[in-house]
C-alpha cells in the first residue's frame, strides 16, 4: 500500500523533529501519500498511523479537518474555489458557479473524463485578490474572471492534449 520509496520519503520528514515527537510528521506523511496514489485512504491513514506510532483516529483527524487531503480520488486537477465571505463579497461565489456551468458538474463533483475536480474551499489567504482559487492545493490564481476562468481550463485541457 505504502511504497519503499514513500516510507524513505516518510523517515526523511520523521527525521526532522525529535525521536519522541515522531508524529509531528503526520502531514507530510498523509501529503506524501496522496502524491503516491491521487488520495489519502482509511487504508494508507492507518499505514501512516503504523508508521509514526499513532492513534488511526489521531491520523483521521488530520487528513479530514484540512481540505488539502483527498479522501477520495479526485480528478488530474483540484480547482479549490475560495467562497469566505471577503470573496463572496468579489464574486467568489460567480465564479465557483461559472466553472460549475463550464466543467458541466456541481461542486464537489469530478468530469466524467476525470480531468476536474472542483470544489469550495475555505479562505486562501489573498482576500484582496478574489476571486481566488488553488490548482492543486499548489498554484493560486487571482483575479479570476470568468474570462480568466476559461482561459485556465482551457490551457489544461490543451496541455492535456498535447
Known sequence: MISDAAKLRFAIEVAKYPADQKQSAVMACLAIVQQEN??????????VADYLG????????VSTFYNMYNLQPVGKYKLNVCTNLPCQ??????????????????????????????QQS????????????????RTMCSFMSNERLDELVDGLRKAEAA
Open 122 to 137: 475555505e479562505c486562501l489567504g489573498a482576500c484582496a485578490d478574489s476571486p481566488v482559487l488553488l490548482v492543486n492545493d
Open 89 to 118: 463579497l468579489r464574486d467568489g461565489a460567480r465564479a465557483l458557479h461559472h466553472l460549475e456551468h463550464k466543467l458541466g458538474i456541481t461542486m464537489g463533483e469530478t468530469t466524467a473524463d476525470g480531468m476536474f475536480t472542483l
Open 54 to 61: 499513532m492513534a488511526p483516529i489521531a491520523v483521521h483527524e
Open 38 to 47: 491521487g488520495f489519502v485512504s482509511p487504508q494508507s491513514e492507518r499505514a
